[in-house]
Each structure stands twice: as C-alpha cells, then as structure tokens.
C-alpha cells in the first residue's frame, strides 16, 4: 500500500524562502520513496512523501518550525492510494 503523508506550514510575512529552505534541510529518516516540495502565496509551504507502508504506520514526519517561522501550527494530512495512473 501506498501512503502519502502531506505538510503545510505558512511562514511570517517575507519568510517563505526560510521556511522553504528549512523544509528542504530537514531529512526523514527512513527516507520516503519520493517527496516534493511545493510553495504558493502567501508563503506556505507544503511537503508530500509517499511511503510503501499500511495506512496506520509509524511514519517519519517533518517536525514544527520554530515559532518564529510560521504563523499557526503546521497542518497535517495522511492519505492513502486508490488509484495510480
């Protein structure tokens, strides 16, 4: 089964290039079978990592940011694949 597990943080006013860098330093250990990382306005950032693992597995997740990077706490979904094309 596939897993995918999303993080969404959005960064204080003119922080999304730190935060976007803070995400991309951060390494899972195992490491996902892939991950991408995304930004949009507002800078906020998301990570997806997909994972061969079953739905209720103890995953790696990327922590929180400091506090002084981000406006609210990081918002976290966990998916699992129905259909791959």
Known sequence: ????????????????????????AQELTPPPL?????????????????????????LPELPEPDGELVTRAVHRWRFESVTAD
Request: glycine share 4%; charged share 30%.
């Open 1 to 24: 089964m596939t897993v995918a597990l999303m993080w969404e943080a959005r960064a204080v006013a003119g922080r999304g290039e730190d935060l976007l860098a803070w995400a991309r």
């Open 34 to 58: 892939r991950r991408e990382t995304f930004r949009a306005p507002q800078d906020r950032v998301l990570v997806i990592t997909w994972w061969d693992a079953e739905f209720p597995a103890d």
